[in-house]
């Protein structure tokens, strides 16, 4: 029995629309009534959307219901980054394979789901448990971002290509412009993010500011601050209470030196979304301009969420574990512990990068030159990839190879010095 389609939004480049936030206010007069975020609309309206849903149906549930059903938690653990929202999903998505077996669409959502946790192998599976799934431009775009978080660059390129030529969403586009990025063509890359603005409805500003936001980490990330700094504002205009905004603003005003703008913007982050990557950023912020006794209560915070994570035997925060321990505890052994999990699961240049640096803070420097050109070898344009290359082949005696991945770094970004973020 097929269900009428009710479509997650589909992760973006291997990455789902990482989109939350609670209240943010805009500057107002006293006489002027404040006005709920668009943030705190729609969890509003999904709130509202689910209690339809679930209250004249305590006992049992149409599948056409139970799919809506998971389709508005699944849309509000994205707004409030909750995992017991996603904990939901899970359970209507178990309840919808007992009564349906391989729906395609239940199929799809479950692929959907395990990418955004970082679990291939059951998203591939998901994918192949329909013949029905084989032709659908959706689950073709989830297996090339499969792809491209195991390495398969022009496997992914090729398919998003296809599925531009076919029909130009901007699923598809926003896709090829992260790959586009990643591959060095940073001008190709703003030009399709910019073709994806123009397939965005009135009626998504949230996917609208997305979009804004990518092309203003793309900017920020060679250096042009004041093209940053206009994509996010207008992305802020377009979505008030966008958590993202915030922390991509605090990011930007702590590469200016407007260190005090940047915490309070992060801080308001966290508090809307509660993410250990978050709390991170900040412990990092305050080493960075060395008031150490007040990064430690934000790392400690980190810290125990990535370990509850991974009790709850998640994997998604692997690679910011192997980044903690060799950045912020210094502990080499345990960064290459979960280093190497994570290149086993995920096998890209990203990972071979952190098991690269993790190595080298463990001190077996020759492994380290080895798995760092391993991740040069793959052709992404990365200032973390440079950064850490030229480091490690400085050590290993290779001065030449140091020069040339410095000089390297310099081209893409002269401004790599100022504080950033490693995500």
């Known amino acids: 029995m097929a269900i009428a389609r009710v479509r997650p939004v589909v992760a973006v480049a ?198 804004k936001l990518q092309r203003g980490q793309l900017a920020f990330t060679r250096g042009r601050y004041e093209d940053a700094q206009a994509h996010y504002a207008t992305a802020e205009r377009a979505y008030s209470g966008f958590w993202l905004v915030d922390e991509y603003m605090a990011e930007l005003l702590a590469a200016r030196g407007r260190f005090d703008e940047a915490i309070a913007r992060y801080t308001r982050a966290a508090a809307r979304a509660p993410r250990p990557d978050l709390f991170q950023q900040i412990g990092d912020l305050y080493g960075f301009i060395g008031r150490v006794d007040d990064a430690g209560p934000w790392h400690r915070r980190a810290l125990e969420g990535y370990v509850a994570s991974v009790d709850r035997g998640e994997v998604q925060f692997l690679h910011h574990l192997a980044g903690y321990y060799a950045d912020v505890a210094r502990d080499g052994a345990s960064a290459v512990k979960w280093a190497r999990r994570d290149v086993e699961l995920r096998p890209h240049y990203a990972t071979d990068d952190a098991l690269a640096w993790s190595l080298y803070v463990a001190g077996d420097i020759q492994e380290a030159a080895r798995v760092a050109d391993r991740a040069l070898a793959s052709g992404i344009v990365d200032g973390h990839v440079y950064y850490h290359a030229a480091t490690i082949k400085a050590a290993a005696g290779d001065a030449d190879g140091a020069a040339r991945w410095l000089k390297a770094l310099h081209q893409l970004n002269p401004r790599y010095r100022d504080f950033h973020v490693h995500r």
């Open 14 to 211: 291997g990455c789902l629309l990482a989109v939350a936030a609670a209240t943010w206010l805009a500057p107002d007069l006293e006489d002027r009534p404040i006005r709920p975020s668009d943030f705190d609309s729609e969890v509003r309206a999904l709130d509202q959307d689910i209690g339809t849903i679930v209250a004249p149906a305590r006992q049992s549930m149409a599948p056409q219901q139970a799919l809506r059903l998971a389709h508005g938690l699944y849309r509000r653990g994205t707004l409030t980054q909750r995992s017991s929202d996603f904990d939901r999903v899970h359970e209507v998505l178990d309840g919808l394979n007992r009564d349906l077996g391989a729906d395609p669409d239940v199929l799809l959502f479950r692929a959907t789901l395990d990418l955004r946790f970082h679990r291939l192998g059951a998203a591939r599976a998901s994918l192949a448990g329909s013949p029905h799934l084989g032709g659908d431009v959706e689950a073709q775009l989830i297996a090339a971002d499969i792809d491209v978080q195991q390495g398969r660059y022009d496997r992914a390129q090729r398919t998003y290509e296809r599925a531009v030529e076919a029909q130009p969403t901007w699923p598809a586009l926003a896709r090829l412009a992260h790959l586009a990025a990643r591959r060095g063509d940073s001008a190709r890359a703003d030009r399709l993010y910019a073709e994806a603005e123009e397939d965005v409805t009135a009626k998504e500003m949230r996917t609208y500011a997305w979009l």
